[in-house]
């Protein structure tokens, strides 16, 4: 199990042995399951990125549309703020109670700059894919899928700047150190991950 939960959103479904959440597919293994989810996210992506469906804005809204479309046909909670607080690995995410909260806040500071996105310098725009993606993560608002969509937001954003999407081949090689990366901005410490972006990002637009 990934998380750490405590609902009827962490059920697992019947005959899983426990390694796959409850599901509309009644999907029971989990290699299955992650092909599935794969599949579905290669589709919101040709959706996406062929009808140039986000151009005009991006809102809070938006994202969990875009949640929704994914694995709206697998779980009853897609699209939906999580409701239960998650853990892992000891690590906790932003309580339930204040996701209303935190997504309108995530939404002023990120999501505002979209339409702006080809002003920004290359540099400004690392910094900002960091800052978002760290605070996307901690947010944490839904019950699974947010580092992919939390991708999907990055890879939006530096097509709207007018770059390649980004390969994240660097992010799996050390995971380690963006696991604490992402933990060292939850006092705003975003300096760790700010270079292995950059990296990311240089890597991705040779």
């Known amino acids: 199990m990934k998380y750490d939960i405590h609902s009827s959103e962490g059920d697992f479904e019947p005959g899983s042995n426990g390694t ?3 599901n509309k597919l ?21 959706h996406l990125f062929e009808a140039d469906a986000y151009q005009e804005s991006i809102t809070i809204e938006t994202i969990q549309k875009w949640h929704r479309i994914w694995l709206g046909n697998v779980y009853a909670w897609a699209g939906e703020f999580r409701s239960v607080n998650m853990s892992k690995d000891g690590f906790q995410f932003a309580a339930a109670l204040q996701l209303p909260k935190l997504a309108v806040s995530f ?7 979209f339409n702006s996105m080809t002003e920004v310098a290359e540099d400004e725009l690392i910094q900002l894919l960091t800052e978002s993606h760290v605070e996307f993560i901690l ?7 947010n580092g992919r969509i ?9 097509t709207q700047a007018g770059f390649e999407p980004l390969d994240y081949s660097l992010m799996e090689q050390n995971r380690d150190y ?5 933990q060292a901005g939850v006092v705003g410490d975003y300096q760790h991950l700010n270079r292995l972006m950059s990296d990311v990002f240089r890597q991705s637009n040779l």
Request: aromatic share 10%.
């Open 178 to 182: 963006y696991f604490k990366s992402i």
């Open 20 to 22: 796959v959440l409850k």
């Open 150 to 158: 939390s991708r999907l937001l990055m890879d939006v954003m530096v």
């Open 107 to 113: 939404e002023q500071r990120y999501l505002t700059k």
């Open 26 to 46: 009644g999907i029971v293994s989990e290699q299955d399951m992650i092909d599935a989810e794969e599949a579905l996210l290669l589709q919101l992506y040709e």
């Open 139 to 145: 947010i944490h608002p839904f019950r699974d899928g």
